[in-house]
């Protein structure tokens, strides 16, 4: 394996890159996924053509996650790739800054479809930078590392997007499509920083940079069934798939609520981001002090929970400002959920195949993306109404809360057995 060890020095260097690369990539991304539901509403989108929003970059990542998987893992040393995958990823920022431009007809479809294959390369450099930076910071530091990182990209997130909405408030009107299209070319410009600091971390260093595919004695086949055969992976895996499924099935009805029951513009899209990343920025925190006292195990239960709750609360909110305080709820509970799942996932895989695992892992989720934003938006344009779709969501959600409930007590249970074996045998 070559020399898998980096020094202290290397591993406050990393925490400090990975945290400069966060800040500009939430400075990227905050320019445009705020935005990207508006201005398809803009451009004339209906409310499939919202869920298409959602469901389509998840069918494209079914298709590239574990092919991809495949293609990161043949490099011994993942920086690089993933750099590269990053960069295609936010070059498409420029072509969904184009999309305006086109005949009226085919401005929508064209928006989804560049949004959707954006997510081609998307989710390969996600599976591989989650690879990546399970070796570039040890499991013993991550949490506090992303906690700091998480703190601080919310309060960046926060000014960029507030700044964006004041932005839209002084430019309403014929030229707010025009603003979102400069959004979308600065958020390119930022995303180069981003790549930039995600190539000067460093990795562990390797006798060789390339491993031959006839190198590997395993097949394909071998290493899937190994996957699906560890439990600790599977557990985790079906627990997080039922709680994503209502998780998702939320996002295009948030959109619709936000934007056609309660009337919220682009200012007041970039005050409810704003409300999320005030919420993270004060939380973040805490959540750290939790997992750090209780576990991510016993964490997620609560995150999960409170992420459950929140369509409930959307659906009683009969104004912006209440919307408000309920986004700050909201963001509360994300920064819970995006610290602790990524812990989890990275405890639950082992170190041999560990990209095809997370490939793996987000191929399900993505599964789960494509059917349930249509399933929100099924039941939304059946039933005609909203609030339906948003206990329909909150029902799922509280089932894979409760889910990863069953599952601790199922840990917890092991743990104490494992326990007093070992008291008995001594």
Not at 164 to 189: P, T, V
Not at 402 to 413: A, P
Request: charged fraction near 10%; proline fraction near 4%.
């Amino acid at each position: 394996m070559g020399n898998y060890s980096l020094t202290e020095q290397d591993i406050k260097h990393n925490i400090r890159c990975n945290t400069l690369n966060g800040i500009y990539s939430v400075l990227a991304l905050n320019l445009v996924t705020p935005f990207i539901g508006i201005l398809a509403k803009n451009l004339g989108a209906e409310t499939y053509e919202i869920a298409m929003l959602s469901s389509f970059p998840a069918l494209i990542s079914v298709f590239s996650m574990i092919p991809g998987g495949i293609l990161v893992d043949i490099f011994k040393e993942k920086k690089k790739i993933t750099g590269l995958f990053i960069f295609i990823t936010r070059f498409f920022f420029l072509l969904l800054a184009l999309t305006p431009q086109l005949p009226t007809p085919y401005r929508v479809s064209a928006l989804i479809v560049i949004y959707g294959i954006m997510n081609f390369p998307g989710s390969i450099s996600g599976v591989a930078w989650q690879s990546f930076i399970a070796t570039a910071i040890p499991a013993e530091r991550r949490a506090q590392a992303f906690a700091t990182r998480n703190k601080i990209t919310s309060i960046c997130g926060m000014i960029i997007t507030l700044l964006a909405g004041q932005i839209l408030r002084i430019y309403k009107g014929s030229s707010e499509i025009k603003i979102y299209q400069l959004f979308f070319i600065i958020a390119f410009c930022f995303a180069l920083l981003e790549v930039y600091y995600h190539l000067k971390m460093k990795e562990p260093t390797f006798q060789e940079n390339y491993v031959s595919t006839d190198k590997n004695s395993e097949t394909f086949i071998n290493k899937g069934k190994q996957v699906l055969t560890y439990k600790p992976f599977i557990l985790f895996s079906l627990c997080s798939l039922l709680f994503h499924f209502g998780w998702q099935m939320g996002w295009p009805l948030f959109t619709i609520y936000q934007i056609d029951y309660l009337g919220a513009d682009g200012t007041w899209i970039s005050y409810l981001s704003v409300g999320n990343g005030l919420a993270g920025f004060v939380t973040y925190p805490l959540w750290s002090k939790l997992v750090n006292k209780k576990g991510n195990n016993y964490t997620v239960i609560l995150a999960t929970f409170a992420i459950a709750m929140s369509p409930f609360l959307f659906a009683i909110s009969w104004n912006l400002y209440v919307l408000l305080i309920v986004n700050f709820f909201m963001g509360t509970a994300v920064a819970g959920i995006s610290l602790v799942l990524f812990n989890l996932l990275l405890e639950v895989v082992p170190n041999e195949n560990r990209t095809l695992y997370i490939a793996l892992y987000n191929t399900m989720i993505s599964l789960s993306a494509i059917a349930s934003p249509m399933v929100g938006a099924f039941v939304y344009e059946t039933f005609s109404s909203i609030y339906l779709a948003l206990i329909t969501a909150g029902t799922f959600r509280m089932l894979g809360s409760f889910t990863f409930f069953l599952r601790y007590k199922l840990l917890t249970k092991k743990e104490q057995k494992t326990v007093y074996s070992n008291n008995f045998s001594n």
